[in-house]
């Protein structure tokens, strides 16, 4: 059992998710840096799909009331463990009774704990996130409150965390070639045009050439963009149709609106672009306020950093486990 | 974790009892700290000699934070690239650096108080299991 000592509003268990129920309204839900959730996962010895705790208020502490491997990842920052400082992207072994603390993370947005075995909610349509929407999923369908208790699953895992721990080079250092950093201050998020690009004049190019502000109206259902409003050429009348998470699109104020993990299932605003699916963790770990600007991908880019994240990822799956087996022999 | 103690009496005793119970007659390790020699005698007691070349361990003995396997030395937290000056104090429970295998990071511990004196492999070379990669000066 994990038990909730402190936290804010709209934290919540997730997982990589619940696709495949869109057709019947169901949003897929799910981490808003799901790549965060893997890497998580597989340094405590968790199947990478494990469902952990999504921390979007800070600060957030918890209570181990066993003996329980953990990692915090995602966000920046130093997590504590009682009074010790220590590494984000990094499984270390907690004692019974000690409290696991995250604080306010310096730049980024979202922080996840994984817990070896897993939280042991019941999955409802194959996941255990919290559709906040639905009222369903994760624990009893809402956020954490103070005082919840959280069971976890068995570990499976065959070889100890090492005593000092056992640490990642974060996706964002050793997929630096891969994620372009900032440039002054704004993040580059790559996206295709969408099916009523054309609508829009000189290519979109009002679209593409601006800085967009993410707004305070943002959730992980939609980020709204503030910026100079874009029109399309021609106003059309659209009926509903099927969206999933990465799809921008305009509605009549001219604004953008960016579909997040509790993306609605349908609608009827024209589609600009849709972000592609690689980046989408990256905009999940930017804050309200910051900037973005979105730069004209190709399916081949998209395809070729899909490659990339799957490598890195096996990577760290074979290494760690490799580098357990390696100290528990010498041990 | 560090590398085997080999003058450890346990460490000792454990490989007494594997060499008799393989009938192996004895063996000889040595490293830069020392040498350790097991003949195993048939009938009579095992007899064992440990000598050192180093100083007799004092108080005031530097200890060695040694690689627990082999990997690249990262020097520092490579996080926020700290370029620590030496000699500083540091806790038990500092980081004093990684060792990169791949993408992973194994953390180097202090693994108690002192002084860090010297920093012994130069960053980013491959180091191996038992290599000294840090020296610090207790502080009790």
Redesign the interface.
Known sequence: MIEILETGPFNTVQDLGRPGYRDIGVSASGAMDPFAVRIGNILVGNDEVAAGIEVQTFPFSLRFDRRTVFAVTGADGDPMLDALKLLPWCAYTAEAGQVLELKHPPTLARAYVSVGGGLDVPSVMGSRSTSLRGSFGGNAGRPLVKGDRLALGNSADFAPVPANGLAVIEPAVALRDVFPDFVDGTLPVRALPGGEHALFPDDGDAFWSQTWKISSRSDRTGYRLSGEPIKPTTSIEMRSHGIVPGVIQVPPGGEPIVQMSDANTAGGYPKIAGVIECDLWRLGQARIGSRIRFVRSTHAEARAIEQAVARYVEDVRTTSEMIKRALKAMA | ?SA?DFSDPTTIALLTDALTAAGVSGLEISWPGGQLRIVVATGEEARINVSSTAQPVSAAQPVVVKA??AGHFCSG???RSVADRLPRSVSA?D?LG?L??????????AGRAGILTRQLAEPDTLVG?GDPLFEIEPQS
């Open positions: 974790m085997i627990p396997m937290n490579s996080s429970a980081t990684f990169r295998v791949g993408p992973i990071l194994l953390p180097l511990c299991f």
